[in-house]
Every structure is written in C-alpha cells, then in structure tokens.
C-alpha cells in the first residue's frame, strides 16, 4: 500500500504499522525498503516488496497505493511504474472515481 520511503513517507508507514496497520513497502531504491526494515520492522507489520509486482500482488482489493514521492517527473514516474502490474488509472475518490488525469503544470 506503500511507495515513496524517504523521511515522510517512512514516518506515515511506520504511524499505520504502530496503529495495528499491515503496511506493504516499496521503494524504488530499494536500499530504503530495507532500511526500513532493519531499523523499525518491530513496530508493527511491514511486508517488503522489491517490486511494483510484488507490492501489487501483496494488496487485496479494491487496491490502494499511497504515493509519496516528490511532485512532477518522480510523481509520473512511480505512477508508470504502477499503471501496468496495479492496473492503475485511477486516483482517489471513493466511489466516485474519475480516470486519472494528469495535472497541469504549475
């Protein structure tokens, strides 16, 4: 359910962890998806994925995906990454979900 290990995204893995959460990782550098591992993985559940696949096959469905990654070209990126395995397209919006679509630049 997670992507995007750096300061933030590592602190509000940890925070569902703590909260009694399953929390899939990845990251695309997978140094920091092992890091977090070895230095917080007795605070809660964390199943590491090394993949997009992976991460993808370790979620039920309907499939959720936070992204934390810094906006723009790493943002389009990971969401690439992710379109084929995740089947994405589509961002959050519950039950009224819109396809994705990219924002204009700022």
């Not at 997978?30 to 994925?49: M, S």
């Not at 090394?50 to 790493?74: C, Q, S, Y």
Request: charged share 25%.
């Amino acid at each position: 359910m997670w992507t995007g290990l750096a300061v933030m995204g590592a602190n509000l893995a940890r925070n569902l962890a703590r909260h009694g959460h399953a929390v899939a990782v990845h990251n695309r550098s997978q140094y920091r998806t092992k890091a977090l591992i070895e230095e917080h993985g007795d605070e809660g559940t964390f199943v590491p994925c090394d993949t997009p696949e992976e991460l993808v096959a370790a979620l039920e469905r309907p499939r959720r995906i936070l992204i934390m990654v810094k906006a723009g070209a790493p943002t389009d990126a990971v969401i690439e990454e992710f379109r084929p395995p995740a089947g994405a397209g589509r961002h959050a919006g519950g039950r009224r979900q819109r396809p994705f679509r990219r924002h204009p630049p700022a």
